[in-house]
């Protein structure tokens, strides 16, 4: 999971051309949860996508929150179709590493995973996290709907307040409707990574400055 390129992002005419069908199969079903990975998902069900770095930490923290229904990582925000792993870390895609989080808002809120994925990694980097280095490690929010849009940048800009007050500088997510940014399963290896190696590569970590959920919906 290490790369030490600092590509910029390409445009949609150097972005590596992809394939129209994907090259590899994604499991079935959730290890943890027992639930499909892919769709179509029950009606009441909601879906959230978050680039924070690394998808193997990223996505265990969203399947351990209540209420989440499934979770899956993947490639999304670039311009190549059906990429692979290699393809995105060559930095030559224009994908970040995105975990897909379908659940329930009865049962947990779109502002509390926000909270999640603020608390989770430190969105001031850029092209990096940690000691990940890359286009593919950058912080990403894509929505899925109007209200989700004004959620996210309205906590976006609470969570800046109590960053720059922590003497962080500014935050860096890109903040973009989902639509028109397809969200591209990555190989089944990689579906829930540190669940099937519980010892693996995490270089998921926080500011520790906290993100209270009443804050989020003060500030929206």
Partial sequence: MFTHRRNPLPSPE?????????????????????????GPYPEHLET???????FWGAERIFWQQDGVWTTLVGYQGGHTPNPSYEET????????????????PAKVSYG?????????????????????VGTQYRSAVYTHSTAQQEEAEASRDAYQRLLAASGYSDITTEILPADGRPFYPAEGYHQ?????????????GGTGVSCPVGVVRAEG
């Fill in 14 to 38: 150097d972005a590596l051309r992809g394939r129209a069908e994907p090259a590899y199969s994604v499991p079935e079903r959730h290890t943890v949860l027992g639930t499909p990975l892919l």
């Fill in 48 to 54: 959230a996508d978050f680039g924070l770095g690394c």
């Fill in 89 to 104: 870390c060559s930095g030559m895609t224009g994908h970040t590493e995105a975990v897909r989080v379908v659940f329930d």
């Fill in 112 to 132: 509390r995973l926000l909270k999640l994925f603020w608390e989770s990694h430190d969105p001031t980097q850029g092209f990096r996290q940690g000691n990940d």
């Fill in 192 to 204: 829930q990574y540190l669940d099937k190696n519980p010892t693996g590569y995490c270089g998921i």
